[in-house]
């Protein structure tokens, strides 16, 4: 089963940038339910960049962070920067260029994680610079519905884990059916103290009637 974790896309910016430690653009997207701190969103169709790494999720976000950011910050076949975005998503498997919010990490049934990055509205799978790394994919996904809980603290894998339970019971009871695993999704730069951090995590869904 393929698991997502969305780590804070501001801490590309901040590591160069710490004024923009705030300042990511998040993909594009529409809430189209609200029930306190779960969100169902639609999203409009996204380009990623995505590398797969072995390790905990903890250190996932790390290794796969690096290739990642080193592409947005220039290693591609233009030479330019891509502005980040948030957040960064970890997911388990089975010119400068803005980085959004946040970055994904998805686990593979064998324990590696896809990290990834979502590229800003303006670039199109033309005008995106390749990666020179070739262990890097760039990719364009379709628009989706997305299920979302947030929650502040540390970002465990425990505490993402306990709010994923939470967030299936919701979908359950509300007649939503989800359509892929779930994603992990942090917001902020490493600095900002634990209570203050955003955290999601962020499920695929249909309506239970489609």
């Known amino acids: 089963m393929r698991k ?48 797969t790494v072995t390790g905990d999720m903890r250190r996932a976000g790390n290794s796969g962070f690096r290739p990642l950011a080193d592409f947005i910050f220039g290693n591609n076949t233009a030479k330019q920067s891509i502005e980040m975005t948030a957040p960064v998503t970890r997911t388990p498997a089975s010119r400068k260029i803005e980085m959004t919010a946040p970055v994904t990490r998805t686990e593979t049934s064998g324990g590696d994680w896809v990290v990834a990055f979502v590229m800003p509205e303006e670039w199109t799978m033309e005008t995106l610079p390749a990666p020179n790394n070739p262990d890097i994919t760039i990719r364009e996904v379709p628009g989706e519905m997305i299920a979302a809980i947030r929650f502040n603290g540390a970002g465990r894998e425990s505490e993402h884990r306990k709010k994923q339970a939470e967030l299936e019971a919701w979908l359950r009871a509300h007649d939503y059916v989800a359509t892929g695993s779930a994603r992990y999704a942090g917001y902020n730069a490493p600095w900002v103290p634990a209570p203050f951090k955003r955290n999601e995590v962020m499920i695929p869904v249909r309506p239970a009637s489609q």
Request: hydrophobic content about 50%.
């Open 4 to 51: 997502l974790f969305a780590a804070g896309a501001a801490i590309a910016a901040a590591i160069f940038n710490p004024t923009a430690a705030n300042a990511a653009e998040e993909p594009p997207h529409e809430v189209i339910a609200s029930d306190g701190n779960i969100e169902v969103r639609q999203y409009k169709p996204q380009i990623l960049a995505e590398v």
